[in-house]
């Protein structure tokens, strides 16, 4: 019973790490076209920062 419940308890980390990726890769796409039209250096940070948060999300 306990290896079954981690079992759908690792299933469901899975599940939330996909969709948390999934959210950050259309926000940093979102984000560099941003960037790219109004060239504003708070939004080329914020980009940075998305790029950085996709990262580490693919690295869990």
Known sequence: MILEEL???????RLAVHISNAAN?????AKVYASVKSRSMAVIASTLDSLLDLLSGFIL
């Open 7 to 13: 079992k759908k308890l690792a299933k469901g980390e």
């Open 25 to 29: 890769l259309v926000l940093f796409v």
